[in-house]
């Protein structure tokens, strides 16, 4: 039989507190920060030094587990009657257990949901850090998911709803961030999603849920809503961008000067400015040529550049490759020689810096220095370039050009050039091609140009001569009057060789054409029934029109004009 208690906690006395009798009780007594006198309950322990003691909060309840052995569990009420039933509550769950009416991992399954699910968030990002994903990637989860457990009002584990969370994504799809802002789009509202269904896939992996309660949401269509659609640049753009950057740190310093006037800079200042606008240049051609991310390419140290290799690359490691897999980018003949002047000139600089300061000239790089300078805030610094190139960081159809845009300069070169679909794949690192063609791949109308060229012209086919049919008579005729408005006068006639057999009756000749198609459909629209009498029908100009349009024959005749 189990039983319900409140234990004592044990505090060390306050400084300056001594031990007094009340009643026959023992009570330490103080004086507090504010001046005032405290007493507590005081006992003296087993080594007889006094200690403060202190009923607890909330019951624990001990009785006999699964196994036999006696357990001792917090109930978390205030109250002995709600203490009690708690406890009918843990009997009953450890004789289910003991009889194998509950396995021991659904018993888990049910204390795990009981716990806050702040906690169970906590563990989740310690997991990704141990499994080594980037502090960035962590970072974003974490706001995802604490945003998600407010938003959708869930303390503790158990309380996880797909209700609630699909009423959540609705309110940010409808429901501004910020006064008068915009809502989310459904990329964000997607890349919560999949924040949450990592999380709970984690969570059924471990064992704490049985199923996911999100295994059923879809994401949403994002392109039904693209906020900003990114577009790749041309060669000429991307020469136009290289000439800027390696103009403008120069230009830039030489007008910070106050007033009309350049200001005067040293010799030094002018070779330091320029080596930055040839190593700005210098990153963009690598990106543009090579489909690196910005992030990448910071990365990489000069020890990773292989030039005299028999293929020249860059090895990437898989540490600071996106898809953790680590690559070796390939280097165009182009990129090798202007890498290779770059190091040099960077190596040259380092000497004399060195030399300036007295200690030991270095002979060569360090593997661990960095391959180039890149700004963390690299999109301010690629926009200032585009202005100063003469570029729109928007075109007409709203589609914007950042610094990713010269992965899909890469990616549009490559089909551009026909190189296959599956080696344009490899070389952008992607795992799905139709990420490939749908995404880094901004093709046009006009690029087919050469490819329907390639499709081969019809045969030729030698025509036999066609029968001789006779010719028509159409007749028009109109007047003019006086005030110069267009009256129609006299017929509109179609005519043609007739057949005049007799069809057996007695009442009179049907007439039928010898000829068929154009002809019919002439008598068609002058109201002459094919099987009936030859008569004149009067029409309007408008008729006549679409009668000549329609003929697939030259009609003859003549247009006689009465003034």
């Not at 309840?61 to 569990?73: E, L, N, S």
Request: glycine share 8%.
């Amino acid at each position: 039989m189990g039983f319900i208690f409140k234990p004592d906690k044990w505090k060390p006395l306050p400084d300056g507190a001594e031990i007094v009798q009340v009643k026959r009780k023992a009570f330490a007594q103080w004086t507090g920060a504010d001046g005032n006198i405290e007493r507590e309950p005081a006992k003296q322990g087993r080594d007889g030094s006094w200690r403060i003691v202190q009923p607890c909060g909330v019951y624990l309840a001990r009785y006999k587990g699964p196994d036999g052995t006696m357990v001792t569990r917090s109930t978390g009420c205030k109250t002995q009657d709600a203490a009690r039933q708690v406890l009918a509550d843990f009997e009953r769950e450890a004789e289910r257990e003991r009889v194998g009416a509950v396995s021991p991992l659904e018993r888990k399954r049910v204390e795990q949901g009981k716990r806050p699910i702040s906690g169970h968030i906590a563990d989740y990002i310690e997991a990704l850090s141990a499994r080594g994903t980037t502090q960035g990637h962590i970072a974003n989860t974490r706001r995802f998911l604490n945003f998600m457990a407010d938003g959708c009002g869930w303390t503790l584990l158990r309380d996880v709803n797909r209700g609630d969370f699909e009423k959540w994504l609705g309110r940010l799809r409808l429901e501004p961030r910020k006064e008068n802002g915009p809502t989310l789009s459904a990329r964000s509202v997607n890349a919560r999603l999949v924040a949450a269904k990592a999380f709970f896939n984690w969570l059924v992996q471990v064992d704490r849920i049985s199923t996911s309660p999100l295994a059923g949401v879809k994401p949403l269509n994002e392109r039904t809503d693209r906020r900003r659609e990114r577009r790749a640049l041309t060669l000429g753009e991307v020469a136009k961008l290289v000439d800027a950057a390696e103009r403008r740190p120069l230009a830039d310093r030489q007008d910070k000067n106050r007033g009309d006037d350049q200001a005067e800079l040293k010799k030094e200042t002018i070779e330091a400015m320029q080596a930055l606008g040839r190593e700005r240049g210098l990153i963009y051609r690598v990106l543009a040529f090579t489909g690196l991310r910005v992030g990448e390419l910071r990365s990489v140290k000069v020890g990773q550049v292989i030039l005299d290799g028999k293929v020249p690359h860059i090895a990437l490691k898989a540490a600071d490759e996106k898809n953790r897999k680590g690559s070796q980018i390939l280097l165009r003949s182009d990129l090798v020689a202007l890498l290779r002047q770059h190091l040099t000139d960077k190596l040259i600089a380092s000497q004399r810096a060195t030399q300036a300061t007295g200690k030991p000239v270095p002979l060569a790089f360090s593997a661990d220095i960095p391959l180039f300078r890149i700004q963390k805030r690299m999109t301010r610094v690629f926009d200032l370039d585009l202005k100063a190139a003469g570029i729109a960081k928007r075109d007409a159809h709203g589609r914007t050009l950042d610094v990713h845009s010269l992965r899909c300069t890469f990616a549009t070169e490559l089909a551009r050039a026909g190189v296959p679909l599956q080696q344009a794949v490899s070389l952008l690192r992607h795992s799905d091609p139709r990420l490939t063609l749908g995404t880094y791949t901004h093709l046009t109308a006009l690029d087919g140009g050469a490819a329907i060229a390639k499709i081969p012209s019809l045969p030729k086919i030698e025509k036999e001569q066609a029968p001789q049919v006779a010719q028509a008579n159409l007749t028009v005729s109109v007047t003019v009057s006086t005030t110069g408005n267009v009256v129609p006068s006299e017929s509109f006639r179609c005519s043609a060789p007739q057949d005049r057999r007799d069809t057996g009756g007695t009442g009179g000749q049907r007439k039928k054409p010898l000829v068929s198609g154009a002809y019919n459909d002439c008598h068609s629209l002058t109201g002459i029934s094919n099987g009936g009498d030859e008569r004149n029908r009067t029409v309007d100009l408008l008729t006549a029109s679409q009668a000549l349009s329609q003929l697939s024959y030259i009609p003859t005749g003549n247009l006689r004009q009465e003034v």
